[in-house]
């Protein structure tokens, strides 16, 4: 596999002349296109080379959760092409996408799984078309298999790479019908990555590997407090440092460009600069809180209402209250953030781990003033990404500093910068009440969110802030979820799983609470209330078998349960844990996942062992505190992850489903801070309410 491709589109054209060039639209319902003579929209195409290899192009990026596999598996399923002869590249940008090109959400497999099989099986089609014109016989007597359309009467056989000059002078057809999954061959069954041996032979470009002739190197300065901005600054020892070309003010504060990173970074350090810290120099972690805990007092924006929640709370049976907490969260991916550009007069090109290549463009072009078509982009290799990749400030900084000092500028990330200079995950502050009927069943739930806003406000609501409390799947007769659009100036975007990463905690703990209150086991209180709600019944079900549910455990474990529905995919986690001596240890986590239909097993595993892997590292340690309006944590020893040898052994089951595929990159993250808090409570009869997890807090 060949990392790294400089082609824009009119270039790649030209040199997929010598083949079959299939251009599609990867949208819901595209039909595919012949990309040399379409002025349609265009993102990604595949190539049928003359050396019989097959090329997919594809506006998606990596980021180590297996999308140029994934996606080659729906191209070369419906193509009938040998696997070992499959080639993935990322192309530039294509302009005519829209600003909609990115890997968010959790959204590879969805939004592809219908047009890259249409695109394979339209290829197919074209080939056999070919081949049968070569024989002068029907189509029907041709049959394509492992990059050969073979003749059923003769058995003679032309390779893919024989046919696919003439098979690009055939016309596309249109409606070809696609498998029945009974016949794959290749999706469903495991793969092993074929990013792999690039990335461990180091063959893969990541951002931060970007090298170009006459390149120079920045890093920049930003106030510590968010909201700052320079007030003045003196640059006259930064400048006498060894390897300094140039000091130059950019938009988000003061950027020093050197001759390598590290001189870059030790002049940077050694500017004098005066802050104007602006509103929130005196904010605080505390003082943020006993804002919320006094907004909770008050009724917000309606989220949710079904039935009379009031009515059914004040004729309760039984009634319990809890409040639950969760901290400011970074993304901390393992490559800092980076971003090279090269900005001319009348053209900028951008080589940056991206997540988002249209936020990129919008914001080269915003910087440059350019016209879209005059800037290119190239996606590298991502070191991990997580949410944070998706914005483009980073993006403008570089091209900012290219712009100042006509030449090619890498700006690279400090991991105290990453750290103390983030777009968070939000803090959250929600108080849930529940009531129950005299047989210990719910009757009743509310839920009132104080959560900054992010991805925008509907009648006062951010669905993101909200989601997982107002989508519950249980059910409940009486519902009411009301939400504070509170902010206060903490610059917040997604994070891995978004809302519920928070949220699953919060609501699946409180459905154990009004278990235990109503005298339930929390296993057989969800299952009740999931009876019409099959497939996540399913896997909580699942779940419970093979984590080996009601068996007796030592003294000190205990079991924990959790599920949620987001990103398309059903997930449930049981965790076994163990309190001894005051000592939290997590021993063993059990999951179940319903992602509909399956591409790559081996895929999927890998996704759920990182997601709980890194929502674990967060309900135990991860925290994000405010004071004087700074970020008080600098670097891993301040924002510990979980080490290797706290990680639990992780077991992971599918279950079989012909629904359409779900998301699986963020599906384990949001139940695992609430199995292990059960467990918690399984174990010592005392509550979790807030993360990270101490014990020494604990209800």
């Not at 012909?658 to 695992?672: D, F, K, L």
Request: hydrophobic content about 40%; glycine content about 10%; aromatic content about 8%.
């Amino acid at each position: 596999m060949s990392p790294v491709m400089r082609l824009d589109r009119r270039g790649f054209l030209k040199s997929a002349a010598g083949g079959l060039l299939l251009g599609f639209q990867l949208s819901r319902g595209s039909k595919p296109l012949a990309a040399a003579v379409s002025d349609n929209k265009l993102n990604a195409w595949v190539h049928v080379g003359t050396d019989d290899y097959v090329t997919l192009f594809i506006h998606k990026a990596e980021m180590g959760q297996g999308t140029v596999t994934s996606l080659s598996m729906l191209l070369a399923e419906e193509l009938e092409c040998d696997w070992s002869k499959i080639r993935t590249e990322f192309p530039g940008i294509d302009r005519a996408f829209g600003g909609n090109q990115g890997v968010v959400g959790s959204q590879s497999i969805r939004s592809s799984w219908q047009p890259l099989r249409q695109a394979g099986a339209t290829a197919r089609e074209m080939l056999i078309q070919a081949a049968a014109q070569k024989w002068s016989v029907d189509k029907s007597q041709c049959r394509a298999e492992n990059n050969a359309v073979i003749n059923t009467a003769s058995n003679a056989r032309f390779s893919y790479g024989d046919l696919a000059e003439d098979a690009a002078k055939v016309a596309p057809p249109t409606g070809v019908a696609l498998k029945d999954p009974s016949q794959f061959r290749i999706i469903g069954k495991p793969r092993k990555r074929l990013d792999t041996p690039a990335k461990t032979t180091g063959r893969a470009t990541f951002g931060i590997d970007v090298r170009l002739p006459n390149m120079l190197f920045a890093a920049a300065a930003r106030c510590p407090v968010f909201g700052g901005k320079v007030g003045s600054f003196d640059a006259a020892k930064a400048k006498a440092m060894p390897g300094v070309k140039h000091v130059v003010q950019i938009s988000s504060g003061v950027a020093v460009i050197a001759d390598n990173t590290w001189n870059a970074i030790q002049a940077r350090n050694a500017l004098a600069i005066q802050w104007d810290e602006g509103a929130h120099a005196n904010l605080s972690s505390a003082g943020i809180r006993k804002e919320w805990v006094e907004l909770a007092d008050q009724p917000g924006a309606v989220a949710r209402q079904a039935g009379d929640a009031a009515v059914a709370l004040a004729g309760a049976v039984k009634k319990i209250d809890a409040v639950y907490e969760a901290p400011y969260m970074a993304h901390a991916p393992m490559e800092p953030l980076n971003c090279t550009a090269d900005v001319r007069a009348d053209s900028c090109e951008v080589w940056a781990s991206t997540q988002g290549q249209s936020a990129a463009l919008q914001e080269a072009v915003r910087v440059t003033g350019l016209r879209p078509d005059q800037v290119k982009i190239h996606t590298e290799f991502m070191g991990g990404g997580f949410g944070r990749r998706a914005r483009a400030d980073y993006i403008g900084e570089a091209v900012e500093a290219s712009k100042a000092v006509g030449a090619p500028v890498q700006l690279t990330w400090a991991r105290e910068d990453d750290m103390q200079q983030d777009w968070y995950r939000p803090a959250s502050y929600t108080r849930f009440a529940g009531s129950l009927d005299a047989d210990g069943w719910p009757v009743a739930l509310t839920g009132r969110v104080i959560c900054p806003p992010f991805g925008g406000l509907r009648n006062g609501v951010s669905s993101t802030a909200v989601e997982g409390i107002v989508d519950t799947p249980y059910a409940i007769p009486h519902v009411t979820v009301d939400y504070h659009a509170a902010d206060p100036g903490i610059p917040v975007s997604y994070w891995r799983s978004v809302g519920y990463s928070q949220n699953t905690f919060f609501a699946e703990s409180f459905m154990d609470e009004l278990a235990a209150a109503g005298g339930k086991d929390p296993f057989e209180f969800r299952r009740k209330l999931l009876e019409k709600s099959p497939r996540p019944l399913a896997v909580l079900a699942l779940a419970a078998d093979k984590a080996g549910w009601g068996k007796p455990l030592p003294a000190g474990h205990g079991r924990g349960i959790a599920l949620v529905n987001n990103i398309g995919s059903f997930t449930a986690e049981v965790a076994e844990v163990s309190v001894i001596k005051g000592k939290l240890k997590v021993h063993r986590v059990v999951c179940a996942v319903d992602c509909g239909h399956v591409v790559n097993p081996s895929g999927v595993e890998q996704q759920i062992q990182s997601g709980i892997v890194y929502g674990l590292s967060a309900a135990m340690k991860g925290e994000i505190t405010i004071d004087h309006g700074r970020v008080q944590q600098s670097n891993f020893h301040q924002y510990d992850v979980l080490r290797i040898d706290e990680m639990p052994v992780v077991e992971v089951y599918l279950v079989p489903s012909q629904a359409a595929p779900g998301g699986i990159g963020e599906a384990s993250v949001p139940p695992i801070a609430a199995a292990v808090g059960n467990a918690i409570f399984a174990a010592t009869g005392k509550r979790v309410r807030k993360l990270p997890m101490r014990l020494e807090e604990l209800a």
